[in-house]
C-alpha cells in the first residue's frame, strides 16, 4: 500500500506521519455513477478520526450524497483520485493538523451545552487547543456522531455495526476529563500517530445513527447498543432456516404488523423487530420487502434507506429484501401493471445507488429465476421488469474504472 506524508506539502520521506495513499474506483455511469473510496477506514485510523468523517467532508464539500453503509465508504458522483486528495489535504488542514505545530496527533474535543457546543483540536504535541471553523457544515455532522471515548483497557471494534455509537446526543469532554483514562498506551512515540486509540470510529450508519437522526425513540444508548448488537449477529445465530411460514410465527406477526403500520417510524420498526426476538435475521427483509410498501414502492423506497441500509448487512439479506419485494411486486392485484411500468428497475435502482444491493449480486439475482418466493411465471416477469436496470449495469460495467 502506498503511503504518504500526512502533510503532503512535507516533502521528508523520513517524516513521521504517514497515511495509505487514498484510492478510488468509480461504479456505475449517468444517476448511479458514484466514487467508492476503498482503503477509508485505513487513511482514517492513520488520522485518528472515524472514517465517516473525511468521506462526510467530501459529500460537504462536492456538494454530494455520501453513503457509508457496510464499511463502504462512498461518494456520489464520478470524483476523480486527486480531486478527493486534495479535499483530504484540506480536511487534515482543517480538522486534523494542530495550527500551532502541524502535528496531526490530535484529538477533537466538544464542550459546551447542547445547542451551544464548541469544538477545537486538542494537541498532543504542544498542548495547545485550536478551535475549528464552527460553520463548517461538517460540525453539525460531528455533533451528531461524536467519537466516543474509549473506556481504559476496552480494545476497539473495527468498523461493522459498532456497537459504539455514541446515540445519547453529543459527547462532551471537560478540560481535564481524560486524565487517567489511559490515554497514553498507544501515543505512540514511535511511527504512525495514536493509532485508534482516542476513540472507536462511530460508523456513519450504524443503526443506532440512522434512527437517531430520524427518530429519537432509540436515544437510550443501552437500549440502541442491545439492538446493534443483535443486529450485528446475522446468521451466527442460526435457525435461520427453521420452518417459520406458520402464521404465528414471529415472521408471520411481524408482516401483519408492516401490514397495518406501513407508515411507522424505522425506530418504531426497529424496536418491533427486536421485541419479536428476530433482530439481525434475514427473514426480517423478507417480510419488510413484502409488507412495509406498496404499489407506490418505487416512491416510497427511498423514505426506508436509511433503514434499509442499516438492516441489510450480508448478501443474504440482500436475497431475503429481494425475495420480499418480488412477492409485493407478484401478488399485487395491480402486479401486471406494476412490472409494466419497470417498477422493479426504478426499485432495484435506489437500492443499488445506496449501496444496499451488490453489483455482483444484483445482476445473480437478474439471471436466475427462482420459486422460492413466487412462482416461476411471476418470478420471471418480475426480473422482466428490472430488464432497463440490469442493462443499464451491464453497460456501466464496461466503463468502470478503477486505479
Ligand atoms: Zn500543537
Request: aromatic content about 6%.
Amino acid at each position: 500500500m502506498a503511503m504518504v506524508n500526512i502533510r503532503r506539502d512535507v516533502e521528508d520521506k523520513f517524516y513521521r506521519y504517514k497515511m495509505p495513499l487514498l484510492q478510488i474506483k468509480v461504479e456505475g455511469r449517468g444517476n448511479g455513477i458514484k466514487t467508492v473510496v476503498p482503503n477509508m477506514e485505513d487513511i482514517a485510523r492513520a488520522l485518528n478520526r472515524p472514517p465517516t468523517y473525511p468521506t462526510k467532508y467530501f459529500g460537504c464539500e462536492l456538494g454530494a450524497q455520501t453513503s457509508m453503509a457496510n464499511d463502504r465508504y462512498i461518494v456520489n458522483g464520478a470524483h476523480t483520485a486527486d480531486r478527493l486528495r486534495e479535499l483530504l489535504d484540506s480536511f487534515i488542514e482543517q480538522f486534523v493538523l494542530c495550527p500551532s505545530c502541524k502535528n496531526p496527533e490530535t484529538e477533537l474535543v466538544i464542550t459546551g451545552k447542547s445547542g451551544h457546543e464548541d469544538m477545537h483540536r486538542d494537541c498532543k504535541a504542544c498542548g495547545r487547543q485550536n478551535g475549528v471553523n464552527m460553520r463548517h457544515k461538517l460540525v453539525a455532522y460531528i455533533l451528531k456522531n461524536p467519537v466516543k471515548k474509549k473506556e481504559k483497557g476496552k480494545k476497539g471494534k473495527k468498523g461493522g455495526m459498532t456497537a459504539e455509537a455514541n446515540v445519547g446526543g453529543p459527547m462532551v469532554f471537560e478540560k481535564g476529563a481524560e486524565d487517567g483514562s489511559g490515554e497514553d498506551e498507544d501515543a505512540s512515540p514511535s511511527g504512525t500517530p495514536a493509532p485508534g486509540d482516542q476513540g472507536v470510529p462511530t460508523t456513519g450508519t450504524d443503526i443506532d445513527d440512522v434512527l437517531g437522526r430520524s427518530d429519537p425513540v432509540l436515544g437510550n444508548p443501552d437500549e440502541a447498543e442491545e439492538v446493534s448488537k443483535k443486529l450485528a449477529k446475522t446468521d451466527l445465530n442460526g435457525g435461520d432456516d427453521e420452518d417459520d411460514e406458520d402464521a404465528d410465527s414471529p415472521y408471520a406477526l411481524l408482516g401483519g404488523w408492516l401490514e397495518d403500520n406501513k407508515d411507522a417510524s424505522d425506530a418504531d420498526i426497529v424496536n418491533k423487530i427486536k421485541e419479536s426476538g428476530i433482530a439481525g435475521k434475514y427473514k426480517v427483509l423478507v417480510e419488510i420487502g413484502h409488507h412495509l410498501f406498496t404499489d407506490e414502492v418505487a416512491k416510497e423506497i427511498d423514505a426506508r434507506i436509511p433503514l434499509l441500509q442499516a438492516l441489510v448487512t450480508s448478501e443474504k439479506h440482500q436475497k431475503g429484501l429481494l425475495g420480499g419485494l418480488e412477492r409485493l411486486l407478484a401478488l399485487s392485484p395491480n402486479s401486471d401493471a406494476l412490472l409494466a411500468a419497470g417498477t422493479t428497475s426504478k426499485v432495484l435502482m435506489a437500492l443499488y445507488q445506496a449501496d444496499i444491493l451488490d453489483e455482483e449480486f444484483v445482476k445473480n439475482w437478474g439471471t436466475h429465476v427462482s420459486k422460492k418466493y413466487v412462482d416461476k411465471e411471476k418470478s420471471k416477469k418480475v426480473r422482466k421488469s428490472a430488464d432497463a436496470f440490469l442493462k443499464w449495469l451491464d453497460e456501466a460495467d464496461d466503463e468502470s474504472e478503477s486505479e
